[in-house]
């Protein structure tokens, strides 16, 4: 893991375990996230995170899937907030347009770099290794955090504390096992 990735991650990381005691992910929060300034984006939960920031690093102990269903190797992934395109082929997909979208680490050795969306999808199609980046759905906190909960579409939501720049928090949920209704 580049010292660039780690300096900026809260040392104290989340062991994400799910009811049959099976390691989902661990998850580590970068302790400073700059703000965007934004209050209002349409359909966004989070319009304070800027595209192409990188919220979290998330490790899978094992192989995983993403929010669509793909198949994302064991490993460590920078995750980077990003908004679901408003297109035609993205309608109905989420209630809201907030995503990560997972990079692997060797491919995102500088975390305070702005990334264009085409190259960002570039470098999350390495996660997934398809023609789709690779998405995790990031929502509002279903508990208080730090925790972990079910919701009744079967996904696992993580919820935790963003710490923006300005020091204020927010809480946040990203869900890291289920897969979008189809």
Known sequence: MPEAVWSLLDPNGYRITLDDGTVACEIWLRKDI?????KDVEGAVYPELAPSTMIAVVSFPKQAS??????IKAGFYTLRYELLPNDGNHLGVSPNRDFGLLVPVAADPDPKTEIK?????NLSKKASGAQHPAPLSIVQAGEQPPAISKDDQDHWIFSGK???SGGEEIPFGLIVKGVAQQ
């Open 162 to 164: 963003l710490k923006l």
């Open 66 to 71: 993403d929010f669509r269903g793909q198949a």
């Open 34 to 38: 700059p703000s965007s300034g934004k």
């Open 117 to 121: 969306y085409p190259e960002l999808v």
